[in-house]
């Protein structure tokens, strides 16, 4: 297990001044001075004085560790110290924000805001700022040109797929966080508890309210394991369980960890197959290095799931004729991962440069999030699957290979869903570090 840092208070000031380095850089190429980032605005239901859960922008959270103020802004001048203004509305309706405490606030120059209004007088000269944010309606109203301009987007997220040894000690922190809601899901999966209850222990394990986990957990017993994004939670265990599939995650100072795990009930068919995808995904890990090409490591999976396939005779051909064929694909239809930071599916996965000039995913693997080459410091996913999808067997069974597709054996498995294992991987020294594994095994010690 390799040892991460994780003082993230003495890792913060250099963590800033990388952030700011970037954008001053980026911010030269649009003709700006400045840039002005808001948290964002909550947002209420139709006819109705209740708002959706608060998600911060990211470009936000890229700098500081606030993700649940809305209506604040940081405003970056080159050269100049970061000004925070940090929104404390006064009413009687709800609690106001507590003035901003903790590592990063030394290296801040923070201004209370009670309005809107009051920020805007706090601006300056707003035509020579750059606006990153949704609220472009309130940038055009406070006279910012330069709204997303693309140039500058595109700049700073390329760039973002390179983290700074703070963010990869945020990202190490949020899977030990995860790991331990992990083991208590798959505790509460083996005394027979509802998808309804094994989120909520979940979720309580980690200490998170649903709306503070990075996305919406997936937490799929037998058959909707099969359903790659399951949205629901039972509230009814089934009669008989056969399979738990949970994608969960935690969240640290706006980091996200994505950690998914498979579990069979029992040793068997399904739990062999659950060790033979482990055994491929901890091989395709090792094979990982700088200069290989992230979709060229998604066909590599490809063949490894093949042979797995093969092995198990559900299906009756050789590997390469399999992936030639794209017959793997009904076994294994998402990419094999995306990029990893401020948020779940982190941006420009798919970018060849600093311009903005993508590399589209392969025409067979459509859904492949990550098509950039791999490089130190980045962070990304690992998380091959093997499912049993009706609507997708049921296509299969219409093509020139359904002879070789050993169906009796499929229709054993159908109720078991399917299996997906994901590992949060970061690229340090030349080669590949298991965010998840080390929590895991930290936890075993």
Not at 20 to 25: P, T
Not at 34 to 58: A, C, E, M, Q
Not at 259 to 271: E, M, P, S
Request: with cysteine; charged share 20%.
């Amino acid at each position: 297990m390799q040892e991460i840092s994780m003082d993230v208070e003495s890792l913060y000031k250099d963590h800033l001044s990388q952030v700011q380095h970037r954008y001053e850089k980026a911010l030269a190429s649009c003709g700006c001075s400045g840039v002005l980032i808001p948290s964002g605005t909550l947002k209420y239901g139709f006819l109705d004085d209740h708002p959706y859960p608060f998600k911060v922008n990211p470009h936000f959270k890229t700098w500081l560790p606030i993700d649940d103020n809305d209506d604040s802004f940081i405003l970056m001048r080159a050269g100049e110290k970061p000004l925070l203004l940090f929104n404390q509305r006064q009413d009687y309706w709800h609690k106001p924000a507590s003035d901003p405490d903790g590592f990063w606030v030394a290296q801040w120059e923070i201004q209370a805001i009670r309005s809107l209004s009051d920020a805007s007088n706090r601006i300056g000269d707003p035509g020579s700022l750059a606006f990153i944010g949704e609220e472009t309606g309130l940038a055009r109203d406070w006279g910012i040109a330069q709204i997303n301009p693309q140039n500058l987007l595109s700049e700073i997220h390329y760039h973002r797929a390179y983290k700074t040894d703070y963010e990869i000690a945020c990202l190490q922190i949020a899977n030990n966080i995860a790991v331990s809601g992990h083991r208590v899901a798959e505790e509460a999966f083996r005394m027979g508890c509802s998808e309804f209850e094994i989120q909520h222990r979940y979720l309580a394990a980690i200490a998170h309210r649903e709306k503070e986990t990075p996305y919406s957990g997936i937490v799929a017993l037998n058959e909707h394991g099969a359903i790659l994004h399951y949205q629901y939670y039972e509230k009814q265990a089934p009669a008989t369980i056969y399979s738990l599939l949970i994608d969960a995650g935690a969240n640290k100072n706006g980091y996200a960890a994505d950690i998914t795990r498979t579990y069979a009930v029992g040793n068997g068919l399904f739990q062999d197959l659950i060790d033979a995808v482990n055994t491929q995904q901890l091989a395709i890990i090792d094979e990982i290095r700088p200069g290989l090409n992230y979709a060229d490591l998604n066909e590599k999976m490809h063949l490894r799931l093949a042979g797995v396939l093969r092995d198990f005779k559900i299906v009756n051909m050789n590997e390469e004729s399999m992936v030639e064929s794209n017959l793997t694909f009904t076994f294994f239809p998402h990419g094999l991962g995306h990029l990893l930071g401020l948020q779940t599916h982190d941006v420009a996965g798919l970018q060849k440069s600093a311009d903005g000039d993508e590399k589209a995913a392969p025409e067979k693997y459509p859904a492949l999030r990550l098509t950039r080459t791999v490089e130190n410091r980045q962070v990304f996913t690992i998380e091959p699957g093997l499912y049993f999808i009706p609507m997708l067997l049921n296509r299969l069974r219409q093509s020139t290979h359904a002879r070789q597709v050993n169906w009796q054996l499929i229709e054993e498995l159908i109720p078991c869903g399917g299996i997906r294992i994901e590992d949060n991987i970061a690229m340090l020294d030349d080669g590949p570090v298991n965010l998840t594994r080390n929590a895991f095994d930290a936890q075993l010690t």
